[in-house]
């Protein structure tokens, strides 16, 4: 795997994307000094004898109820057991290596009182490959995530289960096996590790990133679907686009003309042709797409600015030996964010869908009824547009805001909650949902150009075509549908088919 130099407080989304991808961060050795000073200063403020939040009081509603120097160590230990109470399935290993990685950034920048030692163990744990088991529900986005990230402290004490490998361990042994050895936590260190919005944070940067492929791999089989209609490139001529104004729009519609350019499909009818308008999915693909672009990347500045920042309560300030008690673990930002993903995926998979439907459609397409060469012996894609409905569907259902929402908790002292946690959380689903439309879309883009042989597409388009026809085969004939979409399903979450445009895509960048 990459190492990657993890500079806390200016990481790129290039930075976050590599390590979601599998690229080890490896933290800026110029973090340690301000490390050290946020933990001296810990002690300087406990030798004060005054009651402060998260260092010597209780947490929450709890915050009036002083405790005793002797039991700061206890206090920090229960805090972390008690709050390590999520419940579901397991959280994807990349997501919460990639929460482990903000979380280190967030420690790093010397305002969190957590201490060398601590900081170390953490970047061991990614170095090592070893992820926490998380369990993905119980978090309301404020103060910060605490049950998930609560998970994460646990293991650090020698609690809880790690993966490693793909082998699930407790997380003693996965320390053992890797020479690491459970920490005790000290004055204002538990709380430090499971307050922010880390994993909020992390499933939504996951989310933008797999929905950037998503929107780049939906351009590439919206051209081809162009291509199979004998669709119109006029709409996507720039001086169209230019008079809107609009920055996605304008590089949407230069990216549609260059994954059409040289076609000779296209040049077969550029003239004769008896159609005035094509339907809007072609047509309006850029007014479509170009304001998903725009979602995407105002939704990208958000999380980078979130990934960047100190989320943790109350943050030490070294300088002034103070502990300022706020609400910087709010995650209203990243629920913001990820319901415009939310959106954003929503209408990728929307178009993406209508345009598989005017394929299948002869009065619309041109081409044979459901793309089978003998329709009515052959139901051909007529079940897999019903299938691209019912995933497009259900993403509605899933695209209500989640940051609309809130429901008070720890006896109204948090009282206004984001709801961010499964607001990024029901990404990948929706994502994965896409994904399915959109290879579908491919293949039945792909059927419908075939329809047109000898001719051909443009350089780029056929490259899109002869990676589809490595594993997939023209369907003459009724077959097993499910293997086709699924083996197009896996090129398109690979990247593999957004990669034969080259440079041809804009992204959230």
């Not at 599998?22 to 973090?31: E, I």
């Not at 805090?79 to 390590?84: E, G, R, Y």
């Not at 967030?106 to 201490?115: D, H, K, N, Y």
Request: proline fraction near 6%; aromatic fraction near 4%; include cysteine.
């Amino acid at each position: 795997m990459t190492d990657i130099l993890l500079v806390p407080g200016t990481a790129s989304l290039a930075d976050w994307r590599a390590i979601y991808r599998g690229a080890v961060p490896r933290l800026d050795p110029a973090s340690a000094p301000r490390i050290a000073a946020s933990a001296a200063a810990v002690g300087r403020i406990l030798a004060h004898g005054e009651p402060v939040y998260g260092i010597n009081t209780g947490f929450g509603k709890l915050a009036s109820v002083r405790i005793d120097d002797a039991d700061l160590a206890t206090l920090q230990r229960n805090i972390v057991l008690s709050h390590a109470a999520g419940v579901g399935d397991p959280s994807p290993v990349p997501v919460i290596r990639l929460m482990m990685a903000l979380k280190l950034a967030s420690l790093a920048q010397g305002a969190s009182g957590v201490r060398p030692e601590t900081v170390a163990l953490l970047e061991a744990m990614l170095v090592h490959g070893l992820t926490p088991v998380i369990p993905a529900q119980g978090s309301v986005g404020a103060s910060g995530d605490l049950a998930p990230l609560s998970h994460m402290a646990v293991t650090m004490i020698g609690m809880g289960e790690i993966f490693v490998a793909g082998e699930r361990l407790p997380a003693a042994q996965a320390l053992a096996k890797a020479g690491l050895t459970p920490i005790e936590l000290a004055a204002k260190e538990g709380l430090a590790l499971l307050n922010g919005t880390q994993f909020s944070a992390a499933n939504a940067l996951s989310g933008l990133f797999e929905t950037e492929l998503l929107f780049q791999s939906a351009l590439v089989t919206g051209a081809l679907s162009t291509e199979a209609a004998k669709g119109s490139d006029t709409p996507f001529d720039p001086r169209i686009h230019e008079l809107r104004r609009h920055r996605g729009q304008i590089e949407v519609a230069g990216a549609l003309r260059g994954l059409m350019a040289g076609s000779p499909i296209r040049a077969s009818h550029l003239e004769n042709d008896t159609r005035v308008q094509d339907p809007y999915c072609l047509r309006c693909q850029p007014q479509v797409m170009g304001a998903v672009l725009d979602l995407l990347r105002q939704a990208a500045t958000t999380l980078a600015i979130e990934a960047n920042g100190v989320s943790d309560n109350p943050l030490i300030f070294p300088e002034t030996d103070e502990a300022l008690s706020g609400g910087n673990f709010h995650a209203e930002p990243v629920a913001f964010a990820a319901d415009m993903i939310a959106l954003a995926i929503c209408e990728i998979g929307s178009i993406s869908e209508r345009r598989i439907a005017m394929l299948v459609d002869p009065a619309l397409s041109g081409l044979p009824a459901f793309l089978t060469p003998r329709p009515g012996l052959n139901s051909g894609f007529m079940i897999p547009q019903v299938t691209a409905a019912a995933l497009v569907s259900e993403n509605k259902q899933c695209a209500y805001p989640a940051s609309v929402d809130s429901i008070p908790t720890s006896a109204n002292q948090e009282d206004h909650v984001s709801m961010a946690a499964h607001g990024a959380r029901r990404l990948h689903g929706m994502a994965a949902n896409a994904a399915a439309v959109i290879a579908i879309e491919w293949l039945a883009a792909a059927q419908g150009v075939d329809f047109h042989a000898p001719l051909q597409s443009s350089a780029a388009l056929e490259r899109a075509h002869r990676l589809l026809r490595e594993s997939v085969p023209t369907l003459a004939d009724d077959r097993h549908f499910h293997p086709d979409i699924a083996a197009a399903n896996a090129l398109v979450r690979s990247g593999a088919l957004a990669a034969t445009a080259g440079d041809l895509l804009p992204g959230i960048a």
